[in-house]
């Protein structure tokens, strides 16, 4: 689903942490997975994305890992640092790679 | 190389009235997304543009129509403006509308606030 209201769950986590964000994705069709970051005030950001014939995928400090059986999808941040503070929303790829569904959001609070 | 360029950043209507949004594609990108981002949610497809022609449409009315240039930049308009249309307008490209998902740039939007 793509909205929960005004109010986005977050994640308060200490610089250094890792930091896992989870998601439940709607389309049992979809083959494209991505995250994106949204800092405040600017449009979403790539990180990482995951085709459907995979399960995990690493980039730098990032890493996400596909369940389809249970329709979810994770993002995990290692070494979490106050730069990664941001709003991080999975999209899934339905009918063409570019009209995205969007979940709801999690907010990530690093603290030093 | 620039970015996705959108404008204007904010803007305030009343209801009833009509709203052209405008974003210029990131070089070499031929493919333009609409999305619409309601405060505190994640970004909603409107529709895309390929070709100068709609390329797919999301749950979207008829008041919400676009165009898409030979330079590849795009317009959307919305017409008859309602209190729910106040929102965050994103404008992505990418090139080719089956590119990899990845490669889908965003602007930083337009803030529309309807009175």
């Known amino acids: 689903g793509e909205s929960v209201g005004l109010h986005l769950p977050t994640l308060s986590v200490q610089e250094g942490d890792n930091s896992i964000i989870n998601c439940a994705y709607s389309?049992?069709?979809?083959?494209?997975f991505i995250w994106y970051k949204q800092e405040s005030g600017k449009g979403p950001q790539f990180i990482i994305d995951?085709?459907?014939?995979?399960d995990k995928r690493q980039g730098q400090r990032v890493t996400v890992l596909l369940n389809k059986t249970v329709k979810h999808l994770s993002l995990q941040i290692a070494a979490t640092q106050p730069g990664d503070s941001a709003v991080y929303f999975c999209?899934?790829?339905?009918?063409?790679?570019?009209?995205?569904?969007f979940g709801a959001g999690t907010r990530l609070a690093v603290h030093p | 190389e620039t970015g996705v360029t959108q404008s204007p950043t904010h803007l305030i209507k009343t209801r009833g009235q009509q709203v052209t949004l405008r974003c210029s594609s990131q070089?070499?990108?031929?493919?333009v997304s609409w999305y619409q981002q309601a405060l505190g949610q994640g970004p909603q497809f409107i529709f895309q543009?390929?070709?100068?022609?709609?390329?797919g449409r999301g749950n979207f009315p008829p008041r919400f129509s676009g165009l898409q240039f030979p330079n590849y930049s795009s317009e959307l308009n919305v017409n008859a403006l309602e209190l729910d249309d106040s929102a965050l307008y994103l404008c992505?490209?990418?090139f080719g509308p089956g590119g990899r998902t990845g490669e889908l740039f965003f602007g930083e939007g337009s803030r529309l606030t309807v009175l």
């Open positions: 992505a490209s990418s």
């Open positions: 389309n049992s069709a979809s083959d494209y």
């Open positions: 995951i085709r459907s014939n995979m």
């Open positions: 999209a899934e790829g339905t009918g063409g790679y570019n009209k995205l569904i």
């Open positions: 070089s070499g990108h031929n493919t």
């Open positions: 543009y390929y070709r100068e022609e709609e390329n």
